[in-house]
């Protein structure tokens, strides 16, 4: 079964799978980076310059070529489950864990130290993360919901390992 982090970066989605990973002792994929990899740049650069089309193209190629690795842990933005084809082909065959945490915890996780504070005292940026926030939340098409705001990376981890004891 594969297991698939989904969530905002500053859930701690790509850390934990590298945790996991480890522990299980699986493949892991973050789709993020693959297509950094490929691009020879940043994502959030990438889709500045060629779009969000061009993204959500790399996108699709990346998830038809690793969803039929078994027994592995991808990690993927919560757009990746806007398609409906993406979004079965997870479910068919994977465990979805959408990974949240509050809004000032994320910004406190991207933007560590003087920054994350001017920007949680801008209305208009706060503002403008709870929409993107909530036009992109794809929670519903979870198996499982995980609230990493007071959690570290290998906490998290844990309480996913001891959800699948259970299943």
């Known amino acids: 079964m594969k297991i698939i982090l989904a969530g905002f970066n500053g859930t701690w989605r790509k850390e934990i799978g590298i945790i ?3 522990r299980l002792g699986r493949k892991f994929f973050d789709v993020e980076q693959i297509i950094e990899e490929r691009e020879r740049d940043r994502f959030i650069h990438i889709v500045q310059i060629k779009g969000i089309d061009y993204i ?3 996108q699709n190629q990346i998830v038809n070529e690793i969803v039929s690795n078994d027994e592995c842990i991808i990690s993927i933005t919560p757009d990746i489950l806007s398609g409906k084809k993406n979004r079965e082909r997870f479910k068919s065959n994977g465990l979805i864990i959408w990974l949240t945490a509050e809004l000032s915890i994320i910004l ?11 920007l949680l005292r801008k209305k208009d940026a706060l503002t403008h993360i709870r929409q993107m926030l909530k036009e ?3 929670s519903n098409f979870a ?4 609230d990493t705001s007071s959690l570290t990376p290998e906490e998290a981890t844990d309480t996913i390992q ?3 004891t259970v299943l």
């Open 108 to 118: 406190l996780r991207l933007y560590p130290g003087k920054e994350s504070k001017d």
């Open 56 to 58: 959500r193209k790399l």
């Open 136 to 138: 992109q939340d794809f």
């Open 143 to 146: 198996d499982r919901i995980i």
């Open 162 to 164: 001891k959800m699948l």
């Open 20 to 22: 996991l990973s480890e």
